[in-house]
């Protein structure tokens, strides 16, 4: 019996033993802290907290600041910027100032991606800005006689037990957006998106790294385009679109993407933790709101630049008051619908010209204009780019086909705002389609597939912007007398104080999309952590043992 007992009670001990061993390292691997990315981009020079959304006090080079200051002093954190600091011709600090926040990120910042707008001022202000910074700036695609401009293609970072590796791409578009004279170097050329990346991913696996993150810069639709063609990018931290995106898994892959708007009103936060073989990924959009303190030294200074801005005598004129705005001439919804700016301006350009119809490319609208006193400053951040609008023959058949490529458009900035037209989005495409009977006319008819119409647009819409110039290309245009759509808008408001607007839904949905619900947990959603189940089930299992193995003993002695 005494032989029994002793056998017994050396098995249950060797067995809890492997049970606390297990557990310990179960509960040790659990709490590997990972690593946590911070990312801002499309800041575009906006120095001075803002308008946006509805709510005043937005954003703010000072409060941005301030809060990654706060952030940078934790351990396992990687700051990155999307680009696009700056921005030529609006705001009106970016003429002034140019790259000055430049070195403000200096000691914060691990990467800098290159945007489209950040050589604006020309290669040689680009090279003494990028003199002036201690971070480097990536963009693998980037070339010069066949060479990378950039020394570095990519950043590996070992950070919280993981190694993290970062690049960034050009997109698509900036060998058409981007002249000569405002590449960061002489004869700069964009590679292959796709064919870079996949190399760079390859050089990163080689690495062998947990993570590879793409930061910058390109369209939504290319990186998710991206994202299925080269397997192996975990995340994507989205730029260029101007998009608020939540943490999302984009569809027919394993990569994660999260976009924080512009201009500094939210800051990306995203947190990667390995369990065993599986990237846990979490995340969420920070707001840069009034709960966020600023950095005190850097409010005094954007003060005293401000005001050395609205003194100097080259910009003062754009802090005069041209108008008043009665109730806020909203963007809201200007991606996916008709929204109130976007209407009045369709609007007065298409009764400007005479059109029957007039589109304007939501990418023409960047910020609301806010309730009150209406400066050139505003009108210019709204709508930064200056516009000739030009006017197309186009017969029922073509405008039908330009409305459904801008409905399949719906989400980015190359959704159009109509004036003289309405009809009901359905399947993807624009449905009950109604024209007015005539350009002076208040009276709508359906739109006849074979009648010829009068149809006013941007310049940039109608020749250059990709999906829409093809479309137009077959069609006959006329220049007008309107060189800039914000001519036109400036009048108006001269002419009517105070200027109020509002959306008709002439553009509606058949059905509305209700928001999501919260989904359960995926793999690598950033759900709860299954490592707490688990090490509970363990101990549970070993508690159940060593209950049946006393039990046992008892019922042998």
């Known amino acids: 019996m005494t032989s029994r007992f002793t056998h017994s009670r050396l098995w249950l001990v060797g067995w809890l033993s492997v049970c606390v061993l297990l557990l310990f390292a179960m509960r040790s691997h659990a709490q590997e802290p990972g690593v946590t990315l911070l990312h801002i981009s499309d800041y575009h020079s906006h120095g001075p907290a803002f308008y946006s959304a509805g709510e005043p006090d937005q954003g703010g080079i000072a409060r941005l600041i301030g809060y990654l200051k706060s952030r940078r002093a934790e351990p396992n954190v990687i700051i990155l910027s999307g680009g696009d600091t700056m921005n030529a011709g609006s705001p009106a600090w970016s003429d002034k100032h140019q790259c000055a926040e430049w070195e403000w990120f200096n000691g914060l910042l691990d990467a800098q991606a290159l945007g489209n707008h950040d050589a604006d001022y020309g290669q040689a202000v680009f090279q003494k800005c990028q003199a002036k910074i201690t971070y480097p700036i990536l963009s693998a695609n980037v070339m010069t006689d066949g060479k990378p401009i950039f020394p570095d293609a990519y950043k590996v970072f070992d950070v919280g037990g993981m190694r993290v590796g970062i690049f960034a791409l050009a997109?698509?578009?900036?060998?058409?957006?981007?002249?000569?004279?405002?590449?960061?170097?002489?004869?700069?050329?964009?590679?292959?998106?796709?064919?870079?990346?996949?190399?760079?991913v390859a050089d990163l696996q080689a690495e062998d790294v947990d993570a590879i993150v793409l930061f910058g810069h390109a369209y939504r639709e290319e990186d998710e385009a991206l994202a299925r063609a080269v397997p192996g990018i975990d995340v994507i931290l989205g730029t260029h679109s101007h998009l608020a995106v939540d943490l999302t898994q984009i569809e027919g892959t394993e990569t994660y993407y999260i976009s924080p708007y512009q201009y500094g009103t939210y800051v990306s936060e995203v947190k990667l933790q390995r369990e065993g073989e599986t990237l846990i990924v979490a995340g969420q959009l920070i707001p840069m709101d009034e709960s966020v303190t600023p950095d005190p030294e850097i409010a005094a200074q954007v003060r005293d630049m401000q005001a050395a801005l609205e003194s100097d005598p080259k910009y003062a004129p754009l802090f005069q008051v041209i108008g008043e705005a009665e109730v806020e001439l909203a963007t809201t919804d200007h991606l996916q619908r008709d929204s109130v700016l976007g209407n009045l301006t369709a609007d007065l350009i298409r009764g400007e010209v005479g059109a029957h119809v007039a589109l304007l490319t939501a990418s023409s609208f960047r910020e609301p204009i806010p309730p009150g006193k209406i400066t050139e400053e505003h009108l210019r951040t709204t709508m930064p780019y200056p516009n000739a609008v030009i006017?197309?023959?186009?017969?029922?058949?073509?405008?039908?086909?330009?409305?459904?490529?801008?409905?399949?458009?719906?989400?980015?900035?190359?959704?159009?705002?109509?004036?003289?037209?309405?009809?009901?989005?359905?399947?993807?495409?624009?449905?009950?389609v109604q024209i007015l009977a005539a350009a002076e006319s208040g009276t709508f008819m359906a739109l006849d597939p074979t009648a010829t119409y009068s149809l006013a647009t941007s310049e940039f819409q109608g020749r250059f912007a990709g999906g829409y110039k093809e479309l137009f290309a077959p069609l006959a245009y006329e220049a007008t007398a309107v060189k800039d759509v914000r001519d036109t808008v400036r009048a108006y408001f001269a002419a009517h104080r105070p200027v109020r607007a509002e959306r008709d839904g002439r553009i509606a949905h058949a059905t509305d999309t209700l928001p999501a619900p919260t989904p359960g947990a995926l793999p690598g959603s950033g759900g709860t952590s299954s490592f707490p189940y688990l090490i509970v089930g363990i101990g549970s299992a070993c508690l159940v043992l060593a209950l049946v193995f006393w039990r046992r003993r008892q019922v042998v002695s």
């Open 171 to 200: 997109g698509e578009d900036f060998e058409r957006i981007t002249k000569a004279e405002n590449r960061p170097v002489a004869g700069a050329l964009f590679a292959d998106r796709v064919e870079t990346a996949r190399t760079v």
């Open 391 to 432: 006017v197309y023959q186009a017969s029922g058949a073509d405008i039908q086909k330009i409305l459904d490529y801008s409905v399949s458009r719906a989400g980015s900035d190359f959704f159009s705002q109509v004036s003289g037209l309405r009809f009901i989005i359905r399947d993807g495409k624009a449905t009950d």
